[in-house]
């Protein structure tokens, strides 16, 4: 079992920043990969990017450029960091990890950009 805690969510003016963080029960060296959903009001969750345990970083074509995904092993924490945030990129973010083919998730974290 594995709980994810995320925090650094709020509000933001758009062309802000923001930097999410996932703090996990266990060494995320067991969680492969882990990353970043999000699901905007009214829609279906979507993925943000993943950054596996050998360093492969994947990212939704609509963050590219915008968001950085990065871990510190030490404190078993993986980071998102979000800059020249848009409107659009209002939403609940999930922080996820997988061990051993089962998911988990965090209870997630607002993140609203006015414009």
């Known amino acids: 079992q594995v709980q994810l805690v995320e925090s650094g969510g709020g509000l933001v003016q758009a062309g802000g920043s923001l930097r999410l963080s996932c703090a996990a029960s266990?060494?995320?060296?067991?969680?492969?990969?882990m990353g970043w959903y999000r699901q905007p009001p009214g829609k279906q969750r979507e993925l943000v990017a993943t950054?596996?345990?050998?360093?492969?970083?994947n990212y939704a074509d609509s963050v590219k450029g915008r968001f950085t995904i990065s871990r510190e092993n030490a404190k078993n924490t993986v980071y998102l960091q979000m800059n020249s945030l848009k409107p659009e990129d209002t939403a609940v973010y999930y922080c996820?990890?997988?061990?051993?083919?089962?998911?988990?998730w965090g209870q997630g974290t607002q993140v609203t950009v006015s414009s």
């Open positions: 950054l596996s345990s050998g360093g492969r970083v």
């Open positions: 996820f990890g997988t061990a051993y083919f089962e998911d988990y």
């Open positions: 266990r060494s995320i060296f067991t969680l492969n990969p």
